[in-house]
């Protein structure tokens, strides 16, 4: 067994190859749900259904979010009658925020209702939130807080931050099975996700750090940042507001009390030196996954070191 820490769509990419090297039977996800939000009263879990649709083959790998080929008629008509729009549901994807929502109110954890998604959808991986208790990441701001999907989609995270912080987390208990994935994996591996609001309400869950700090199977990182700027997205806006250099010693300073291995790019091989000073390995590693050969290769990549 292997257990995955992801968020939304880095992580997509990553697993995307990961599943084509070894069966999604062996394989535990433990999914963001900091930056989950409310849209026309419906739960959605932006993170766990990127995760849940690359798995059931349905993800738009283009846009890293959504259905392929989803339609958008009844965001059109909502858009009528004036409700919110920023946050884009496609109308299948819809489906999925409905069920959940009323298997909620239903008295279902969300442990339980993303377990029922993904049968459904014949997902063989186990997909796990990181709680069933609500973390919310808040993006602070000089104008106020923003939810982490205001900050994101609404804004554009255009807006200045001044720090990231995990409303909830102080009280929030791992979900069921969490803890005792990471125990029991040959290796735990860090996608390559927004350090900051993707792996980092994972780790403000106190037991999940602690139990990663533990950990006697490996734990390997991926970097999202690549020659001193994400990939894509706000990393290394965020990461400069909570203080960390943008560069893949950045990434290598927040993951540094439980991190065995940083699997770096190429482009940073010079970092090496450096980045193994905080005790852990630096593995140097082409990662930019531009398509499926290179998601496979960085797949390989990291299991090698389990
Ligand atoms: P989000 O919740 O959709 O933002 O998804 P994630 O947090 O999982 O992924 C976003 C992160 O993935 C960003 O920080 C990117 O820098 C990183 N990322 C995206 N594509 C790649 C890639 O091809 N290689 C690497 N190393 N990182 C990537």
Redesign the pocket.
């Given at each position: 067994m292997i257990t995955v820490l992801?968020?939304?769509?880095?992580?997509?990419?990553f697993i995307r190859g990961l599943v084509e090297i070894m069966p999604q039977e062996e394989l535990t996800i433990i999914g963001?749900t900091g930056?989950d939000v409310t849209v026309w009263g419906l739960h959605v879990s932006?993170?766990l259904d990127?995760v849940m649709y690359l798995l059931a083959g349905l993800l738009d790998e283009d846009r890293?979010?959504g259905i392929t080929g989803d339609t958008f008629t009844c965001l059109r008509s909502m858009e009528r009658y004036g409700e919110m729009t920023w946050f884009q549901l496609g109308d299948r994807d819809l489906a999925t925020h409905i069920v959940r929502t009323r298997s909620l109110q239903q008295g279902l954890t969300l442990t339980e209702v993303t377990e029922k998604l993904c049968r459904a959808l014949g997902v063989r991986a186990r997909l796990l939130p990181m709680s069933d208790d609500r973390v919310e990441t808040r993006i602070h701001t000089p104008q106020g807080t923003l939810s982490f999907q205001e900050f994101f989609v609404r804004e554009r995270w255009a807006s200045p931050v001044t720090g990231v912080s995990y409303e909830g987390s102080d009280r929030a208990r791992p979900a069921p099975g969490v803890i005792e994935a990471i125990q029991s994996s040959a290796g735990i591996i860090i996608?390559?996700?927004?350090p900051i609001?993707?792996i980092g309400p994972i780790l403000a869950i106190a037991d999940i750090r602690q139990a990663l700090n533990r950990s006697v199977a490996p734990v390997i990182a991926?970097?999202?940042?690549?020659g001193g700027r994400?990939?894509?997205?706000p990393?290394g806006k965020l990461m400069r507001a909570c203080g960390y250099e943008v560069s893949a010693r950045g990434v290598a300073e927040v993951y540094s009390d439980f991190v065995d291995v940083l699997i770096i790019?190429e482009q940073d091989a010079a970092l090496a030196e450096e980045i193994e000073r905080l005790d852990m390995r630096a593995v140097v590693a082409p990662?930019?996954?531009?398509d499926l050969t290179t998601k496979i290769d960085l797949a390989k990549r990291v299991l090698q070191h389990l």
């Open positions: 992801a968020g939304g769509s880095g992580a997509a990419k963001n930056d932006p993170d990127t890293g979010w996608a390559p996700s927004n609001t993707s991926i970097t999202p940042i690549v994400a990939v894509s997205g990393a790019d990662t930019l996954m531009s």
